[in-house]
């Protein structure tokens, strides 16, 4: 099973195919026992275990066909860089994906989602992996700000990036799917004309910061620790506004908070389009193995996000 191959059935009407063949975690026995017994935990030892097992399979990695521009500057603080992951074809149609890495709001690096850039360019979307400023140095809502500062950087450089401009998904794993999500829900943070036709939330953690307790070590950094702020920053209370299409990516082993956070999120927009978004469950993969898998023979998440990205790029 590739996921939720029911999800592209989505709140668009998406008449998807699937991918024949397409190796699942299940057909890598060994990785899939180690993930199920790591479980639900996410622990430096969780990671380190989990990275350790992808890190030859990501060595493997294929990457022909597609040209690399790192540390590109998007503004000026430090951290306000990014990679273009270029396809060899790139002629101004092919859809662009902005993708922001996860960490906690705390820590985290463009290069851990690398995978996924050379990934989508060999599949033909021009894929933008960017940092964004962290906590406590930086708090809401620099992370939606970033975004913005991220599309302002696509539609200013066209001719070093070779997307189409009007065909952007936004995106992003854990803490960067809140940063995503933020842009795509809060309109003050948006650019005008941005081209923004869909977006990829990974493992979301913080679409209701209300209903648990928030982590003194990660997110209370990031959005504050005065509880009377977090219904106006929690982005399932925004989804009245502009309205794109929404994609819902969580692993079979993800932590219960993202188990929990994506349940309500789905159900917020059903609520809201009478339709479900597209989900996609990466059976088998916990919070990190759900990129980390990306470049390797196992393509549990990959044909459902690029089916998503094809689906709102149709003219």
Do not use: C
């Given at each position: 099973?590739?996921g939720?191959?029911?999800?592209?059935?989505t709140?668009?009407?998406v008449?998807?195919?699937?991918?024949?063949?397409?190796?699942?975690?299940?057909?890598?026995p060994?990785?899939a026992r180690?993930l199920?017994?790591?479980?639900?935990?996410?622990?430096?030892?969780v990671?380190?275990?989990?990275?350790?097992t992808?890190?030859?399979?990501?060595?493997r990695?294929?990457?022909?066909?597609?040209t690399?521009?790192?540390?590109?500057?998007y503004?000026e603080?430090?951290?306000?860089?990014?990679?273009v992951?270029k396809?060899?074809?790139?002629?101004?149609t092919?859809?662009?994906?902005?993708f922001?890495?996860?960490?906690?709001?705390?820590?985290?690096?463009?290069k851990?989602?690398?995978?996924?850039?050379?990934?989508?360019?060999?599949?033909?979307v021009?894929?933008?992996?960017?940092?964004?400023r962290l906590?406590?140095?930086?708090?809401?809502?620099?992370?939606?700000?970033?975004v913005a500062?991220?599309?302002?950087?696509?539609?200013?450089?066209?001719?070093?990036h070779?997307?189409?401009?009007?065909?952007?998904?936004?995106?992003?794993?854990?803490?960067?799917?809140?940063?995503?999500?933020?842009?795509?829900?809060?309109?003050?943070?948006?650019?005008?004309?941005?081209?923004?036709?869909?977006v990829?939330?990974?493992?979301?953690?913080?679409?209701?910061?209300?209903d648990?307790?928030?982590?003194?070590?990660?997110d209370?950094?990031?959005?504050?620790?005065?509880?009377?702020?977090?219904?106006d920053?929690s982005?399932?209370?925004?989804?009245?506004?502009?309205k794109?299409?929404?994609m819902?990516?969580?692993?079979?082993?993800d932590?219960?908070?993202?188990?929990?956070?994506?349940?309500?999120l789905?159900?917020?927009?059903?609520?809201?389009?009478?339709?479900?978004?597209?989900?996609?469950?990466?059976?088998?993969?916990?919070?990190?193995s759900i990129v980390?898998?990306?470049?390797?023979?196992?393509?549990?998440l990959?044909?459902d996000?690029?089916?998503?990205?094809?689906?709102?790029?149709?003219?």
């Amino acid at each position: 099973m590739n996921g939720f191959r029911l999800s592209v059935l989505t709140a668009f009407a998406v008449l998807a195919t699937t991918v024949p063949g397409a190796a699942q975690i299940a057909d890598s026995p060994e990785t899939a026992r180690t993930l199920k017994k790591l479980g639900t935990e996410l622990s430096r030892e969780v990671v380190g275990a989990t990275m350790k097992t992808y890190g030859p399979l990501l060595a493997r990695m294929p990457k022909d066909g597609v040209t690399v521009m790192a540390d590109l500057k998007y503004g000026e603080a430090e951290r306000k860089v990014l990679d273009v992951y270029k396809p060899a074809d790139a002629n101004g149609t092919q859809p662009i994906l902005i993708f922001g890495h996860g960490g906690g709001f705390v820590r985290g690096d463009k290069k851990a989602v690398a995978n996924l850039g050379f990934y989508f360019a060999r599949h033909g979307v021009v894929t933008i992996a960017f940092n964004y400023r962290l906590a406590p140095a930086d708090s809401w809502p620099s992370g939606p700000e970033d975004v913005a500062g991220v599309m302002k950087w696509i539609h200013a450089n066209p001719s070093v990036h070779g997307g189409n401009t009007k065909k952007v998904i936004v995106g992003g794993h854990s803490a960067g799917s809140a940063h995503a999500a933020a842009y795509a829900m809060y309109e003050q943070y948006q650019i005008e004309n941005d081209g923004m036709i869909g977006v990829i939330l990974v493992s979301p953690p913080t679409a209701n910061l209300t209903d648990h307790t928030i982590d003194p070590r990660r997110d209370a950094l990031y959005y504050g620790t005065d509880a009377s702020t977090y219904s106006d920053r929690s982005y399932i209370n925004k989804l009245d506004g502009r309205k794109v299409p929404v994609m819902i990516a969580v692993g079979g082993m993800d932590i219960p908070l993202v188990q929990s956070q994506a349940g309500q999120l789905i159900q917020a927009l059903y609520k809201r389009d009478g339709a479900l978004p597209a989900i996609s469950t990466a059976e088998g993969h916990n919070h990190i193995s759900i990129v980390a898998h990306f470049g390797t023979t196992d393509e549990t998440l990959g044909p459902d996000m690029l089916e998503f990205i094809k689906y709102v790029s149709l003219d």
